[in-house]
């Protein structure tokens, strides 16, 4: 994180020095689209995200200059005061969040900038929120505690960018720990961090990139979710979380083709993710991998909200010997997440290269992961 760069973008906009404030991106061990149904996800924070020098400018606007689009915007504090720009609607609706919760804020300013790719299924969105959440509940001493901080950041999704997301991206930038996954029960939001240090058991975790953007603004996103609250309705539950699927068998005639699909996956979902911790606890590696398998194919088959490139890289994966790999956050494009044998990566990453290369006229980009810490000042 080029943390000079900002620095010397705020002192050249607002000839003034800022106070930084960063936050992470994530990743998603297993346990994807059953955050809103009150289940359980596993993720962690990544070593990529975001940083924005702040300070307060003693009006009562808003002063954003995005380093990395070169775009400036000015707005004020008010509800009809909304941004055009949709990366300036992000710190809005984190403003507006506060205030609707009774913090008061005033005018401040900011340059920011950020290395989670976008598009790519690591919440760049998440980081964005997270930053300045956390920052300005320091910077006016709002005293708002952490879980709140990922809800005010949740809450600007659903009514400030039209995504209907759950609480996993922003719990999950907020509360990172560096070594650590943290399986979150989205239902009662109790939380366990889980030590994960692949390589001490010769493994390495790395994310391709298809480049592929995904958009979760939009109908389809939101799509998946009205699936699984019908679902849950008919079920005569509040969420989809607990649901057998001998429940879900006997009301399919009650409920359409499409909708049977989406639950029968997140049903699955849901047993998978705690196998995953329970592998984890003994070190079985073999049973993540598997289990990782399993939700890409659900993913793909009954959840559809994989890709063309997106099969093919877990399928490349699968023919290279990777113990597991698949589709990571909402989907719709983005990246695969691959659990690999240390000696087996240099080959893979080859032949993934080489393989979607010649398919698609382009590689895939490398993420190497590294767990890491939540939203903090620097
Ligand atoms: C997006 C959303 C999350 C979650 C994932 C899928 O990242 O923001 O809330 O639903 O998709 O697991």
Known sequence: MNVNLINSKFEEK?????????????????????????????????????????????TDKVRAYAVDLDDYAEFGLNEEDAPAAS?????FGVCREIEKRGGKIAGFDTAFSGDVPLGAGMSSSAALESTF????????????????????????????CGVKCGIMDQFASVFGKAGH????????????????????????????????KHELVGSPYNDRRASCERVAAVLGQEFLRGATMEQLEAIKDKISEE?????????????????????????????????????????????????????FLATVAEECGVTGSRIMGGGFGGCTINLVKSELYDGFIATAKERFNAKYGHEPKVYNVVISDGARRL
């Open 14 to 58: 607002f000839s003034t020095k800022g106070e930084l404030f960063t936050s992470p991106g994530r990743i998603n061990l297993i346990g994807e689209h059953t955050d809103y149904n009150g289940g359980f996800v596993f993720p962690g924070a990544i070593d990529k995200g975001m940083v924005a020098a702040i300070k307060l400018n003693g």
């Open 87 to 91: 990366w300036a609607r992000y710190i």
């Open 133 to 160: 959440a956390n920052a300005l509940n320091e910077l006016f001493s709002l005293g708002i505690d952490r879980f709140e901080l990922a809800r005010i950041g949740q809450s600007t999704e659903h009514n400030y």
């Open 181 to 212: 996954l943290m399986r979150l029960d989205c239902r009662s939001m109790e939380f366990e961090y889980f030590p994960f240090d692949p390589e001490q058991h010769g493994y390495k975790l790395v994310l391709l990139d298809s480049v592929v």
């Open 259 to 311: 909708d049977y699909m989406r639950a029968r996956y997140v049903i699955g979902e849901e047993q998978r993710v705690l196998d995953v911790c329970e592998a984890l606890k003994r070190d079985d590696y073999e049973t993540v991998g598997k289990r990782m398998y399993e939700t890409h194919w659900g993913m793909s088959k009954d959840y559809e909200v994989s890709c063309e490139e997106l099969d």
